[in-house]
């Protein structure tokens, strides 16, 4: 059950919405505060890549020397020891046996389940936050200079599909009868592939443009053992849409979902009245579409409290010179291509909305 909190009204905007999507780090923001975030962020995002979240997923006691001795002659413990003790300063292990004994805490569980956010910013976004300054002086362009690592920014985004996504969709899904469902910006075909796996006789396509991102989902769909219903396909959604690429594919395709995509098709606004009327041309069969998106925060400057993850969405992406949309726009877009939706639901990352939405 999602907890709501009820927040004076913002015009446009129901007054009822998730609690968490309000937040809880204060602004502003203090000195201490924001420098031991850096730093605490760059703790969950290396705990992450040494496995050590994963570990404590399993068992919530660390052995320190057993797990260095099978991560590999080349890790240095004193190293993993150090970033250890600073996640105990943290607050999320307890450190025992002189060291050698890290205890996940209530709040490192936490942390644990919403890692995907610290995967996307320091392991996806790093180099854009660090060069923002060029970005802005013009001494660098996006894109060029200035590079996003796209597979971190699809790892995150299927760590938090599975941790908090999931269910959701999952209960969504339920009331959508499809045969073949397409992922439109799929990452590493995480979603695709469980879909699929939890519906017998039913056959899934993954579309995203990152070569890297559609490396890691080929070998996400063979761990699967789903290589004869599952593909992933490396293409540009605009060109699907705009350019009519990989039309024999699309055909069959009978449900289109997309999550955390549609900002960018939106990007330019030559094309953007069109898009999901072009949507639906690309995909003749389709007749429902389940689509989801971070949108603006209403009222955002005049916040007393922040939300995780939104702010760095809303700076990331006006580095990047991706423009971001209110609710209303998306929903004027749809009511224009002849998407009427049938259900719309929060969808765990703050702002975020689901929308199931009939062709007609």
Not at 40 to 69: E, M, N, Y
Request: glycine share 8%; net charge negative.
């Amino acid at each position: 059950m999602t907890l709501l909190h009820t927040a004076p009204a913002v015009p446009g905007e129901a007054a009822a919405l998730p609690a968490d999507w309000y937040g809880a780090a204060p602004s502003p923001i203090g000195v201490d505060q924001a420098f031991n975030g850096f730093v605490a962020a760059t703790v969950v995002h290396t705990l992450d890549r040494l496995g050590i979240w994963d570990r404590f997923a399993q068992s919530p006691c660390l052995d320190v020397p057993a797990f260095v001795r099978g991560a590999g002659p080349a890790v240095r413990e004193r190293i993993v020891r150090e970033v250890l003790r600073a996640a105990a300063v943290c607050g999320w292990v307890r450190l025992e046996d002189g060291g050698d004994a890290a205890v996940l805490t209530d709040a490192g569980r936490e942390t644990l389940r919403m890692r995907g956010y610290f995967t996307w910013a320091v392991g996806g976004y790093s180099d854009v936050f660090s060069r923002a300054f060029q970005l802005a002086s013009g001494e660098a362009s996006f894109g060029t200079d200035v590079l996003r690592d796209e597979a971190m920014v699809a790892l995150g985004s299927g760590q938090n599909d599975r941790n908090f996504m999931s269910v959701t969709l999952d209960e969504v899904l339920a009331d959508v009868d499809f045969g073949t469902l397409a992922d439109l910006g799929s990452g590493m075909s995480a979603r695709v592939s469980r879909v699929v796996a939890g519906r017998p006789g039913t056959r899934g396509l993954g579309l995203d443009i990152s070569g890297p991102a559609t490396d890691l989902a080929r070998r996400t769909i063979a761990e699967a053992g789903l290589e004869d219903r599952v593909r992933a396909v490396q293409a540009d959604v605009l060109d699907v849409c705009h350019r009519q690429a990989h039309r024999e594919a699309l055909s069959e395709v009978d449900t289109v979902m997309s999550f955390f995509l549609l900002h960018d098709l939106l990007a330019d606004p030559v094309t953007r009245p069109q898009l999901f009327t072009r949507l639906r041309e690309a995909f003749p069969a389709a007749r429902t579409f389940v689509l989801a998106d971070t949108m603006l925060r209403p009222d955002a400057e005049n916040a007393a409290t922040l939300p995780v993850f939104s702010l760095g969405y809303e700076l990331a992406h006006a580095l990047m010179g991706v423009p971001l949309h209110a609710k209303e726009t998306y929903e004027e877009l749809f009511a224009a291509a002849g998407l009427h939706p049938v259900r719309t639901v929060p969808f765990g990352t703050p702002h975020s909305w689901l929308y199931v939405l009939e062709a007609r």
